[in-house]
C-alpha cells in the first residue's frame, strides 16, 4: 500500500512556503493547494506518489532529528545530476548542507545522495539509485 501523505508543522508559514516553492519543482513536485493555515504539494505531472502537507504549528518547539519523531524525508530524483541540482538551489537558499552529493557505499549500490537542513531544521535528502 502506498502512503498517500505527510504532515508537517512548521513554525513560519510564510518562510517555508517560499522555501519549499523553490525547493520542491527540482525534487519533482509541485504545488497542490494553499490558504493561510496550511500549503501542500504533489507529486508533479500527475506521477504517483506521497503528497506533501505543511501546516502552521500551534506549540512551537525547536525541531531536532535526534529526538523521536520525523528523522528525516528523503526525494529520489532520477540522476546524479539532479541530486546536485538540488544541491545547488538548497546551498543557494543558504541551507545548510550536512552531507554533499556524495556515493554512499554503507547503503545498497548504487546510493548517491545529499543532505541538508530546511528552514525549520527538518534534514532533507535527495537521492538518486541509478549510476547514470
Known amino acids: 500500500m502506498a502512503l498517500g501523505h505527510l504532515g508537517l508543522n512548521i513554525a513560519d508559514i510564510g518562510a517555508t512556503k517560499s522555501y519549499y516553492d523553490r525547493i520542491m519543482p527540482s525534487v519533482g513536485y509541485e504545488p497542490f493547494l494553499a490558504d493561510a493555515n496550511q500549503f501542500a504539494y504533489r507529486p508533479a505531472d500527475a506521477k504517483p506518489g506521497t503528497y506533501l502537507f505543511f501546516y502552521e504549528a500551534i506549540s512551537i518547539e525547536e525541531y531536532s532529528a535526534d529526538r523521536p519523531g520525523l528523522q528525516h524525508l528523503a526525494f529520489m530524483v532520477p540522476t546524479r545530476q539532479a541530486v546536485r541540482d538540488v544541491a545547488d538551489v538548497a546551498s543557494e537558499l543558504e541551507s545548510k548542507i550536512l552531507h554533499p552529493p556524495q556515493n554512499w557505499p554503507q ?26
Open 107 to 132: 547503503y545498497p549500490p548504487p546510493y548517491y545522495a545529499v543532505f541538508w537542513q530546511d528552514p525549520n531544521g527538518f534534514v532533507l535528502e535527495a537521492v538518486c539509485h541509478h549510476d547514470r
